[in-house]
């Protein structure tokens, strides 16, 4: 079965400084990925996703990230952290079964 | 268009009581789903639907039901509460994929603001 793993339930930055945040999916054939994100007391709102057009894929407010099938990764990342980015991140996958599988998302604090 | 909308936003529940969460979108999409968050968990598929008259479970469908009567509303019934389902609900929707086989052409999923339910 699919899953989608993100290591590290909080990650907290400092404002300017790089953001990642990793993402591993199990499958053997690649999924469509994509990275939500949830501010609080709000719904998800995508970020971007990866259709297999082009590995590197570039979202919304400066984020983007890369698809790496040897690595069966997708990791987001943003090179300079604003406040506004405090939220959490989720990571999700679908193999043509019509829904998401999701990570259990990671909570991004950034330190002024 | 207003989207996908929930209600309520908050309900407290006692132990086996019943109720609906309500959903609704407005964009004519032809997929709907039901999703629950769970702290550090999180988003698990209850419910999906292909359109109207047509529903299927997901991961964690016990407890629940659902009904598509029409492709606008997709409604989520518990019937009788348990502790074990006070969570955060989301209903999400898509639209019907033109060309299935075109990975660009994938939509994406559109969420509602969620309803918070506590059951005591």
């Known amino acids: 079965a699919q899953s989608v793993t993100q290591l590290g339930s909080h990650v907290s930055v400092s404002e300017g400084a790089l953001v990642l945040l990793r993402c591993n999916y199990s499958s053997s054939v690649p999924p469509y990925l994509f990275w939500y994100v949830q501010y609080p007391n709000q719904g998800l709102q995508l970020l971007l996703k990866?259709?297999?057009?082009?590995?590197l894929v570039k979202g919304i407010n400066g984020f983007e990230a890369e698809f790496k099938k040897s690595e069966t990764s997708f990791h987001l990342t943003k090179p300079s952290a604003h406040m506004s980015d405090a939220a959490e991140y989720f990571c999700a996958a679908d193999t043509g079964r019509r829904a998401l599988t999701f990570g259990s998302g990671t909570r991004l604090q950034v330190q002024p | 268009n207003a989207g996908v909308t929930q209600t309520p936003k908050f309900r407290i529940l006692k132990i086996g009581q019943s109720m609906t969460l309500q959903c609704t979108q407005d964009?004519?999409?032809?997929?709907m789903y039901w999703y629950r968050q769970d702290p550090g968990m999180g988003l698990k598929l209850i419910y999906y639907?292909?359109?109207?008259?047509?529903?299927d479970k997901g991961e964690v469908p016990n407890g629940y039901n659902v009904s598509r009567s029409t492709t606008e509303d997709f409604p989520l019934r518990l019937e009788l509460a348990a502790p074990s389902q006070t969570s955060v609900y989301f209903c999400a929707s898509r639209p019907r994929l033109a060309g299935a086989s075109l990975p660009s052409s994938y939509n994406e999923q559109f969420f509602g603001p969620g309803t918070r339910l506590t059951v005591l």
């Open positions: 964009m004519n999409h032809n997929y």
């Open positions: 639907s292909v359109g109207a008259g047509i529903t």
């Open positions: 990866y259709t297999s057009a082009a590995t």
